[in-house]
């Protein structure tokens, strides 16, 4: 069942929540379960994406059977992939229409989830609270106060749980904002946009949100994609990147893994690049 929860929707919400339900307008369901009939089967095609990868390594932070509220869940692939793992799924969504695609999608899959239509915002009007863990997949930087967001997190988590943000662009120290800014209103942004709320922030800027927020031991770990380049690789190709740029990443991320196995001075170098922006990071903390 969905459970609608009264929130303000800004001028950026609002086009991205008419975004996603004039595609899912033509969503065919039938046609979905024909192609993955299981629970697993929807899943894995979560797991091989260059995000499905990275999700799944954060897996073991979590404890086991833990209850986790997974925020911003689009088509809730990493919904199905933590409930076909045993955790204990509950979903914040804003869209309605994604969360009516996610409430079909479970339901012919016979796993229970409590759906909850609204943003991270509005996670402290939740009637349900004391989780293990609160997950962003590539879901915070959709949030028109980040920072409300975070603390939110806080107040529904159980003490000593875990808030991850997965998957989070960051935007490099020689970029500006303003260029990001640019990229959006010219339609060159390499991540794409739903055409609403799209932010970017510095690695800096989420270690100091999840300060601010009330969160300790924030810690931050290399994205999987540097172990595993291949289907990035295979995404910037498809975007159609020069063959010179695509030469310049591999070299790049072999780079990243030698420091990442070459001890103190290796693993204070990646320290450098990781607070720069210049290697891609996820982050975890707790609520103490």
Not at 59 to 83: K, W
Request: one cysteine or more.
């Amino acid at each position: 069942m969905i459970e609608s929860i009264p929130h303000a929707v800004s001028d950026g919400l609002r086009k991205e929540n008419a975004a996603h339900a004039e595609r899912m307008a033509d969503c065919d369901m039938d046609a979905i379960l024909a192609r993955h009939p299981t629970a697993d089967s929807y899943a894995n095609t979560f797991l091989a994406t260059v995000e499905g990868k990275q999700f799944f390594e954060a897996l073991p932070h979590l404890p086991p059977g833990a209850r986790v509220l997974d925020i911003g869940v689009g088509h809730g692939r990493s919904t199905i992939l933590l409930a076909t793992r045993r955790y204990r799924v509950s979903v914040v969504e804003p869209s309605f229409a994604l969360c009516e695609f996610v409430e079909r999608l479970t339901t012919a899959y016979g796993i229970p989830l409590d759906i909850f239509n609204a943003p991270a915002e509005a996670i402290d009007s939740l009637s349900v609270a004391g989780f293990d863990a609160c997950i962003f997949n590539a879901s915070l930087h959709h949030c028109d106060e980040p920072l409300r967001a975070l603390t939110n997190c806080r107040r529904v988590l159980a003490p000593g749980g875990l808030v991850l943000l997965l998957n989070e662009p960051q935007l490099q120290f020689f970029r500006s904002k303003a260029w990001f800014q640019r990229q959006l209103e010219q339609g060159t942004c390499s991540s794409g946009d739903y055409g609403g709320n799209e932010h970017i922030y510095y690695h800096h800027e989420y270690h100091a949100m999840l300060r601010s927020a009330g969160f300790v031991d924030i810690r931050d770990f290399v994205s999987n994609r540097y172990r595993e380049p291949d289907g990035y690789i295979n995404y910037l190709n498809a975007v159609g990147n020069p063959p010179s740029t695509i030469v310049i990443r591999n070299q790049y991320y072999r780079v990243i893994r030698l420091l990442e196995s070459s001890g103190f001075l290796g693993k204070s170098v990646l320290s450098g690049l990781k607070k720069m922006s210049l290697v891609q990071a996820y982050f975890v903390a707790r609520r103490p």
